[in-house]
Structures are given as structure tokens and as C-alpha cells.
């Protein structure tokens, strides 16, 4: 990205997170009782960090009001699914805007490639990629979804899942990259989103799981970082719109909902921006033990919290 779009679109993310504050100082569109704006506004920040990063955005959602004691989301289901809408929203605004040529590009590939019955160039081979891996994670999703509500999520999974899948991204990131994206068939493509799929359990990282899998396969960091990202974009459209329908322009939306909605929204498409920056930058230079580190010592933490007694094991 040229230097001054890419200044241009810093001040553009700059503006929208001041006026995200703006609206939470001035408590615009909140209830008494309900979410508060600055809570939203803290939600939104962890949940564009931690979908991007390979440490459970699921997860942490559920950490963060488990350790400040915010119970008005699991105590309301319909107000918790709107703002969830509003939360990957933002996260998908974010991608769609670091990566909107890579989706002009794939999106064209892939219908030239459906128009001519055939896969020939290295864009039309990815865009086939993206889309095989993208099935298996909406199956199991759709199929699953009121059993991994109902029996994921507690506190102690959560810790036992980070550190589990931790070592796995250790373990994938010793790998020597051999193999560019474009080399992977429809096959890998399917175990990637199987691979993808495991990330419905809190705790485990969609992008975790998925730049593991890249680099079980042989991509190096920066590809298996892209690919995950890129892999971000049809499964939350999906879930976005699907859920949007459902829950937001069918559904009876719950009072206060429109001021937590905005600000998570726009804090989650800010700071998911700066964590896509952020990670490609590090991954040109570094390995992924600095997110492993973290994810065993957040495990740690909550696994002693619980212990101590000082938080309990679930809501």
C-alpha cells in the first residue's frame, strides 16, 4: 500500500475510534442495566485483536466479562447474538479492507474458473482453496451450533484448550516452509477446514488453528498468516449476514442495543485492522512462540484463578 493511502487510512481508523469513545463518554444509544458503551467498547477492541492473533477470540469474549464479573450477556441470549453480529462485523469490515484487491482478484478468479469448468491459474487454484475450506467449518457449524453453545465455553475448557492448541501452533511452526498457496489441492484444502472447523470450541483460535494447518502443510509464516485471514472472510460473511437476518433485521431487538452495536463494531474494525498490520509485520521477522507463551500463560492464570477460588469455573 502506497504511504499516503496507507497514512489516509490510519486517520480514517483514528477518526472512527474517537468516535467510538465519543459515543461511549456521551452513553449515546445505551440502557441502564444493559451493556454498557465502554464495556461494548473494551469487547470490541479484544474481539478485532483476538480473531486476528492465533489466541481465541471466542475465548477470550467469555474470559474478559468471566474476570470482570459482567454477567448481562450470558444472562441475555438475544442482546448477546446482536452483538456478536456487530462484533464480527467489524472484524470482517477490517480484513475486507487490508486485503480488498487479494478479494477482487480471487472473487474474479473463481468465476472464470466456474465459467470455464476449470482450474488453471495460481488465483483460480487459491479462490478454490478459500471456498473447499470454507464447507466443512459451515456444516459443522450450522449442525452444531445449539450443542457447542450449550456445552463449550466454560472458563476451565477455555484454559485447557489454549494451552492444548498452543503447543499444536509450537509444533506446526518448527515445520520448514516448502510449498507456496497456490501449491495446495482441493484435498489439503478440506483438512484445513476441518482443521478450521475445531475452532467453533472457545479456546482453540480460528486463526490458530488454521495457520497451524498451513504450516503442518508447508507454507512459511507470512502465507500461512494470509491464508488465514483470507479464510476469515467467507465464513463470517456468512455467519454475518445469516445472523443479521435472523437476529437483527427479523429479530425484536432487545432496548439498548444500538449504542453497544456501533461501538463494538467500530472498535473491533479498528483494532482487527491493526492487528492483520501488526501480525504480518512481526511474522516477516519472528516465529509464533510469542503467542504461544501467551496462550499457556493465560491458561495458567485462569486454571490458578479457579483454583484459588477467586473466580468461579463457569458463569
Known amino acids: 500500500m502506497p504511504r499516503v493511502k496507507r497514512a489516509a487510512a490510519w486517520l480514517a481508523a483514528a477518526a472512527a475510534m474517537l468516535l467510538a469513545i465519543g459515543l461511549a463518554a456521551l452513553r449515546v444509544g445505551e440502557r441502564e442495566g444493559a451493556l454498557s458503551n465502554w464495556q461494548a467498547l473494551v469487547l470490541g477492541l479484544v474481539q478485532g485483536l483476538t480473531e486476528l492473533l492465533p489466541i481465541s477470540s471466542s ?7 468471566w474476570l470482570g464479573d459482567w ?17 464480527h462485523l467489524g472484524t470482517l469490515v477490517a480484513v475486507v479492507a487490508y486485503f480488498r484487491r487479494d478479494v477482487v482478484t480471487l472473487t474474479s478468479a473463481w468465476f472464470r474458473s466456474v465459467l ?7 488465483e483460480e487454484r487459491v479462490a478454490w482453496l478459500v471456498a473447499v475450506a470454507t464447507v466443512p467449518a459451515a456444516i459443522v457449524g450450522g449442525l452444531g451450533e445449539t450443542v457447542i453453545a450449550d456445552r463449550l465455553g466454560e472458563p476451565w475448557q477455555i484454559a485447557i484448550l489454549l494451552a492444548v492448541f498452543g503447543v499444536v ?36 483460535s480460528r486463526s490458530g488453528i488454521t495457520i497451524s494447518a498451513a504450516r503442518f502443510l508447508g507454507l512459511d509464516r507470512d502465507a500461512a498468516a494470509r491464508l488465514s485471514f483470507l479464510l476469515l472472510i467467507p ?26 452495536f456501533v461501538v463494538g463494531t467500530i472498535a473491533a474494525a479498528v483494532s482487527g485492522l491493526g492487528a492483520i498490520w501488526g501480525l504480518l509485520g512481526y511474522v516477516r521477522r519472528h516465529d509464533y512462540s510469542v503467542f504461544v507463551l501467551y496462550r499457556l500463560l493465560v491458561a495458567a492464570a485462569i486454571l490458578l484463578l479457579i483454583a484459588a477460588n477467586v473466580r468461579p469455573p463457569g458463569f
Open 59 to 65: 475465548g477470550h469474549l467469555i474470559l474478559v466479562p
Open 71 to 87: 454477567t448481562y450477556l450470558q444472562e441475555n441470549d438475544r442482546f448477546n447474538q446482536t452483538f456478536d453480529v456487530g462484533l
Open 116 to 122: 470455464r469448468r476449470a482450474i488453471t491459474t495460481p
Open 169 to 204: 501452533l509450537w509444533a506446526a511452526d518448527r515445520r520448514e516452509p516448502r510449498r507456496q498457496m497456490s501449491d495446495l489441492g482441493l484435498g489439503t484444502a478440506l483438512g484445513v477446514g476441518l482443521a478450521q472447523s475445531l475452532a467453533l470450541a472457545p479456546g482453540v
Open 235 to 260: 465464513i463470517t460473511f456468512g455467519a454475518v449476514v445469516f445472523k443479521g437476518l435472523s437476529d437483527v433485521l427479523l429479530g425484536d431487538l432487545p432496548p439498548g442495543s444500538l449504542g453497544p
